[in-house]
């Protein structure tokens, strides 16, 4: 048997032939009447591959059976049976040649059981989708937690405890191999992936591009990532504002119908016919621009105004890194080509709140005090790490805004980001008609419009060049949204519980869900502020250029608290709970 990843040694094929020789059942030709064992053959391969960590350059991506023994005979083998490495690359070299030049996508999709197909389905994940292969994750799919959720409950409803780490970052072909053999009444305890915090921290370094490669005329053009978001909808109107001359480049990710789409809903805004959106997705190599599109904003923009992320609070980091990581690259990339100037939207989630009081640069180099971080936290970090060694090796002009929760308009509440963990919370509460008191949580919120202003105004501040700032929020308190779901819900009475009762009653409410990642994260709510005080106040270096700029951080009181509510109160599904399913 010859078997074919990428890279293997002819020590390998032998070793796998004599391995597989024993089973009667694994010798036969491909094409005849075992093609079917074949396909098995080849998920048992990946599926112990997987199992023992080998990555996916190392894993047999087809299989080509010999059915005969080697001997002596043949010229094959030596008299004292060791191979003859010469003649058995000469033997096998067309079926070598065969197999690279085989449709392996095509085979690929193919070769998943229908349960699994099925557990994807279920679970939400398009089976049919371009570039899903036995040997990709679904972190690489970009799966969100949700789907991710429900497929770990379906492999537990099957009698497979995995983590939802091993959902995320184990190779199809090994998650199809763990529930076919628990389907069968074979148990096979997952492997847990190996611990890739650590291969995280390890150094990159940007090239600088020679003065041939670089930008040399006046910048022209700004481009803003993640334009059509929630706070890409607040950005925009503001960089048309600030930039009164320039084009807006927008990177749209999608469908063309999509982009046109987005542009219909932009014909309010002043200086909407400077907008030229571009298809584009930063978790693709030139953020997904053709080779024309790319060069000429390289050629044109002097600001790019990076907010594109993937905001999950359930996924690990590894599911994050692609957009968030490695999608900041490119653009630092991007910038560093254009000479453009990097306005980068983090968050305080990359830095702890002693780190926060020193308001400066902290690059991260500890794996441990990565680990601690939620996965969100950890992208966000590292991505800082990148922009800081672009900065300081490079010369890249930047400046980082870090943020507590991003709200809405602070008047209205209206467009309110639906995905925000605390729009969720309420939402699950308003359904189950349960409140928790004592609650006098701080969410130092920032309403939308007010980021978006320091964003631009910072932008155009020498004073603010390669600097950080730690921004947080002045209200409202969770007792605040409580009292006014309370108030809000006459005539639906809510109960009230304490909050030792709280994890408790979360799955009590729920009972078998496929919001599990997220009623995990409800179960984990602080309802009082943390010991350290200082953490509800925007540090003083920040305050001082906020107060310089004219952009005091707002008050968001009772006003907003009400507003917010309502909103989510005329936005929840009529009929059943939007997590448990049941009949409101």
């Known amino acids: 048997m010859v078997v074919e990843p990428d890279i293997v040694s002819l020590s390998l094929v032998c070793f796998l032939f004599f391995l597989f020789l024993s089973f009667s059942h694994?010798?036969?030709?491909?094409?005849?009447?075992?093609?079917?064992?074949?396909?098995?053959?080849?998920?048992?391969?990946?599926?112990?591959?997987?199992?023992?960590?080998?990555?996916?350059?190392?894993?047999?991506?087809?299989?080509?059976?010999?059915?005969?023994?080697?001997?002596?005979?043949?010229?094959?083998?030596?008299?004292?049976?060791?191979?003859?490495?010469s003649e058995l690359l000469q033997k096998y070299t067309i079926a070598l040649s065969e197999l690279y030049q085989s449709n392996l996508e095509k085979a690929d999709k193919?070769?998943?059981?229908?349960?699994?197909?099925?557990?994807?389905?279920?679970?939400?994940?398009?089976?049919?989708?371009?570039?899903?292969?036995?040997?990709?994750?679904?972190?690489?799919?970009?799966?969100?937690?949700?789907?991710?959720?429900?497929?770990?409950?379906?492999?537990?409803?099957?009698?497979?405890?995995?983590?939802?780490?091993?959902?995320?970052?184990?190779?199809?072909?090994?998650?199809?191999?763990?529930?076919?053999?628990?389907?069968?009444?074979?148990?096979?305890?997952?492997?847990?992936?190996?611990?890739?915090?650590?291969?995280?921290?390890?150094?990159?370094?940007?090239?600088?591009?020679?003065?041939?490669?670089?930008?040399?005329?006046?910048?022209?053009?700004?481009?803003?990532?993640?334009?059509?978001?929630?706070?890409?909808?607040?950005?925009?109107?503001?960089?048309?504002?600030?930039?009164?001359?320039?084009?807006?480049?927008?990177?749209?990710?999608g469908s063309p119908a999509r982009v046109a789409t987005w542009l219909r809903g932009t014909k309010t805004w002043q200086g909407c016919e400077r907008l030229w959106p571009i298809p584009g997705d930063v978790s693709l190599d030139r953020l997904g621009m053709s080779t024309e599109a790319y060069q000429g904003v390289c050629e044109s923009v002097g600001d790019v105004f990076h907010c594109a992320a993937r905001v999950d609070i359930a996924a690990p980091v590894e599911a994050l890194l692609?957009?968030?990581?490695?999608?900041?690259?490119?653009?630092?990339?991007?910038?560093?080509?254009?000479?453009?100037?990097?306005?980068?939207?983090?968050s305080l989630s990359a830095v702890s709140s002693q780190q926060q009081e020193q308001e400066s640069w902290h690059v991260i180099t500890d794996a441990n005090e990565l680990g601690r971080k939620t996965g969100y936290g950890a992208s966000k970090a590292l991505a800082e790490r990148l922009v800081h060694t672009a900065m300081v090796e490079n010369g890249l002009e930047v400046r980082v805004i870090r943020t507590a929760t991003v709200c809405g308009d602070s008047r209205t509440g209206a467009a309110w980001n639906t995905s925000d963990f605390i729009y969720l919370l309420l939402k699950f509460w308003a359904d189950a008609k349960v409140v928790v008191t004592p609650s006098s949580l701080p969410l130092r919120w920032l309403p939308a419009p007010y980021v978006a202003n320091v964003m631009v105004t910072l932008a155009h501040s020498p004073s603010a060049a390669n600097r950080c700032f730690d921004i947080v929020g002045n209200g409202p308190t969770l007792l605040q949204l409580r009292e006014q779901l309370i108030l809000q819900l006459q005539g639906s009475p809510c109960r009230v519980i304490e909050?030792?009762?709280?994890?408790?009653?979360?799955?009590?409410?729920?009972?078998?869900?496929?919001?599990?990642?997220?009623?995990?994260?409800?179960?984990?709510?602080?309802?009082?502020?943390?010991?350290?005080?200082?953490?509800?106040?925007?540090?003083?270096?920040?305050?001082?250029?906020?107060?310089?700029?004219?952009?005091?951080?707002?008050?968001?009181?009772?006003?907003?608290?009400?507003?917010?509510?309502?909103?989510?109160?005329?936005?929840?599904?009529?009929?059943?709970?939007?997590?448990?399913?049941?009949?409101?």
């Open 26 to 85: 694994s010798c036969f030709l491909p094409g005849q009447e075992h093609a079917e064992e074949e396909g098995w053959l080849l998920k048992e391969l990946r599926f112990w591959c997987a199992h023992n960590h080998l990555e996916p350059q190392e894993t047999p991506q087809a299989v080509y059976v010999e059915k005969l023994a080697w001997s002596e005979a043949e010229g094959l083998l030596t008299p004292t049976m060791k191979k003859k490495r």
């Open 110 to 253: 193919t070769q998943f059981s229908d349960a699994f197909v099925s557990a994807l389905t279920r679970a939400g994940v398009n089976s049919n989708v371009s570039g899903m292969t036995p040997t990709v994750t679904l972190a690489e799919l970009g799966a969100n937690s949700l789907a991710v959720a429900k497929l770990v409950q379906l492999f537990r409803e099957s009698n497979v405890e995995i983590s939802v780490k091993s959902i995320y970052v184990q190779p199809l072909a090994y998650l199809d191999g763990i529930l076919l053999r628990a389907q069968t009444g074979e148990v096979v305890a997952p492997a847990e992936p190996l611990h890739s915090v650590p291969n995280l921290l390890g150094d990159y370094k940007f090239e600088t591009p020679t003065k041939e490669q670089q930008r040399t005329a006046t910048p022209s053009a700004v481009l803003i990532t993640g334009g059509t978001g929630f706070f890409g909808s607040y950005l925009i109107p503001k960089v048309l504002e600030a930039f009164p001359t320039q084009i807006v480049y927008v990177l749209v990710r």
């Open 322 to 346: 692609e957009t968030n990581v490695e999608g900041t690259k490119r653009v630092i990339e991007l910038c560093l080509l254009a000479r453009a100037k990097l306005h980068y939207f983090s």
């Open 499 to 584: 909050p030792s009762r709280w994890p408790e009653e979360v799955y009590r409410l729920t009972g078998k869900t496929n919001n599990k990642l997220l009623l995990d994260q409800f179960a984990k709510v602080k309802f009082f502020a943390d010991d350290d005080a200082n953490t509800d106040k925007t540090p003083p270096a920040t305050q001082a250029e906020l107060q310089r700029l004219n952009l005091p951080v707002p008050q968001v009181g009772e006003e907003f608290a009400a507003a917010c509510v309502a909103h989510v109160l005329d936005s929840r599904p009529r009929g059943h709970c939007f997590f448990c399913g049941q009949p409101l």
